[in-house]
């Protein structure tokens, strides 16, 4: 359980979650695609979130991934996600069953 002692809140955990939720303030902040995924880096000192829209999200030692997936043509919702043993690379699932690999994964 994480702590005072360990300098970080509980619930630290949460901001990029935060950062999607829906906007219902009614200014003009775009809003995000709903998070559908989750996965614990190999380590386990981070992870990656996974946006409907295919936007990989990463949180704690999980690496960023540049560029990002690139969009098919006619989007297709991604519902999930895998990492390699290496932690360097994604795996994405769309609801098609198609996989787009990032990183070091390969299909």
Do not use: Y
């Amino acid at each position: 359980m994480l702590g005072a002692a360990a300098g970080m809140s509980a619930f630290a955990f949460l901001s990029p979650l935060r950062a999607l939720a829906a906007d219902d303030r009614g200014d003009d902040e775009p809003q995000r695609s709903t998070v559908v995924g989750i996965v614990r880096t190999p380590r386990g000192g981070g992870f990656w979130l996974l946006t409907a829209d295919g936007q990989v999200i990463p949180n704690g030692d999980a690496v960023g991934f540049n560029p990002q997936p690139t969009p098919p043509a006619q989007p297709v919702p991604f519902v999930g996600l895998a990492t390699t043993p290496t932690g360097q690379g994604l795996w994405l699932l769309n609801k098609n069953g198609d996989v787009v690999a990032v990183g070091d994964a390969r299909i």
